[in-house]
Nanobody, 114 residues
Framework: VQLQASGGGLVQTGGSLGLSCAAS????????MAWYRQAPGKQRELVAA???????NYADSVKGRFAISRDNAKNTVYLQMNSLKPEDTAVYYC?????????WGQGTQVTVSS
């Protein structure tokens, strides 16, 4: 299974960015798709996750600002990020869980300037 992420980049505080991640290969049924992030010197943390049925889960720090969605037919997950803050700066990774395995994308940089 391969995960190809796109989007990200540089944006000013208060701006918006969108990320997308497409899964390909011997996928079967993807249970959960998620976005994680890792800032320099910090541990990787969950940003948002969405189940195959559409249930979502967000980190408290992004609730109300970020929105995760997925297109099951395209095996693609999206992350719309609004009202971005400098503390959102990190490398963002997509993740796909096909029980019992977990797959990671290559990471995409998001930088929010103050």
């Amino acid at each position: 299974v391969q995960l190809q992420a796109s989007g990200g980049g540089l944006v000013q505080t208060g701006g918006s960015l969108g990320l997308s991640c497409a899964a390909s290969g011997s996928i079967g049924s993807i249970n959960v798709m998620a976005w994680y992030r890792q800032a320099p010197g910090k541990q990787r943390e969950l940003v948002a996750a969405i189940s195959s049925g559409g249930s979502t889960n967000y980190a408290d720090s992004v609730k109300g600002r970020f929105a995760i969605s997925r297109d099951n037919a395209k095996n693609t997950v999206y992350l719309q990020m609004n009202s971005l803050k400098p503390e959102d700066t990190a490398v963002y990774y997509c993740n796909a869980r096909i029980t019992p395995l977990s797959y990671w994308g290559q990471g995409t940089q998001v930088t929010v300037s103050s």
